[in-house]
């Protein structure tokens, strides 16, 4: 066994990650995890010993960008027979037996897996193929310090919960990433003091559910507001964001320290996932639109010009005309900034999927959907619209895609802001004013204080 590891040192590892932000922090996780045993990150696909796809099942689309991958994979591997070829994340822990019948897989690890991935690339050499889909309620990552490795350094996700208790209906996350678990404060505060000595700007809190986050200790509770506002006191010169908060649990605790404290961003991120009580209801999201709204207004009045996204879906089993056009409603009342909008996609072996019938057809969904979208980006284009005149401090985050001379950079609100480079450095504050908007993006220029 020795043997087998040691001509197995020095691999080049080569990472792809789909889905949500939970999965980038996890790759960083992966990586750090495979550095530690003397594998090495590799950027280039066609160099790579090993090819780890980091996947996502929240909507059937996106598991079919993955078969439609491996079928691409499949190819690369004929041409190099060396190649192993893993799958993780929620598709590796909710279909794993499918996954190792593809021609081009070789390991399968699920999210409470990863300290085990050694072991299953070097089982994988073996000829066979391998897996472990085993849930660990215990595992946090603990002692892991993930490798930053995205490509900005200047912004970067730290998990503070996993997994997922609440059981929307819906959902597949709770079955693919386990029950809910806090990171230790002492953990979480490790880490993001080596992000501050890396010269981070910008951290994220993630979690499925941030506003869960409870540690317990002998002599305290550490419950999601003080969390934030310790991590915002030990990194006073950085940006403090977080993701994702259930409106259910959303405290006025947390409302009043994102208000008191300046280097939390003003930003929040609060699916509604659907503007109707009877569909709320079924959905199991444990609150009302009534509700939702009151949260809403809670934040515009202890937190003015707090930049607001959101997710929703259309389609849902049993959803009406009015249903429908209550989610439509919503979307005016509120006037988010942005929203992630998405068409319902039946996920097997959720309560929904056991108990309703998926009885909206596919063409009156990408209807509806095409009229969220419609709506929403008049709304966002009207809330930018606003902004023109107005000034902004930027996070400067890198160059633009459309031209060299443009650089572009997010607003505490959470905005993205494109203005002309000026001299400006990544990863510095620059002033900017608002000259122009679209319904994605703020068009700005540089205001030299004076
Ligand atoms: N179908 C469509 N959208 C879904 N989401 C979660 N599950 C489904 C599903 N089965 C959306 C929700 C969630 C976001 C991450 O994905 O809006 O907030
Ligand atoms: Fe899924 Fe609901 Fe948990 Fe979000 S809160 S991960 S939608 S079950």
Known sequence: MQF???????????????GCQMNVADSETVMAILKSKDFFAEQNIENADVIILNTCSVRENAEQRIWNRLDFLKGLKKRNKKIKIGIIGCMAQRISEKLLEHEAVDFVAGPDSYRFLVDLINEADLHTKVSNTNFDINETYSGIES????????SCFVSITRGC????????VPYTRGRERSRSLEDILHEINILKSLNYKEITLLGQNVNSYLYSTSNQDINFPKLICKVAE???????????SHPKDISNDLIYAIAETPNICNHIHLPVQSGSNKILDLMNRKYTHELYLERIEKIKTIIPNCGLSTDMFCGF???SEQDFLESLNLLKTVEFDSAFLFKYSV?????????FI?????????????EMIKLQTSISLKKNTEKIGENFDVLVEGFSKRSENDMFGRTEHN?????????CKIGTIVKTKIIEATSATLLGKVVIDK
């Open 4 to 18: 087998i590891y040691n001509s197995l040192m020095n691999q080049k590892i080569y990472i792809e990650t789909y």
């Open 147 to 154: 490798i930053k490795e995205n490509k900005n350094k200047i």
């Open 165 to 172: 208790n609440n059981f929307c209906t819906y959902c597949i």
């Open 234 to 244: 030990t990194l006073p010169d950085l940006r403090i964001r977080f993701t994702t």
């Open 317 to 319: 089993s049993n959803e």
């Open 347 to 355: 996920r097997e072996g959720t309560y929904a999927a056991k108990n």
């Open 358 to 370: 998926d009885d909206v057809p596919e063409e009156l969904k990408m209807e509806r959907l095409n």
């Open 415 to 423: 905005n993205v802001v494109v203005f002309p480079k000026n001299n």
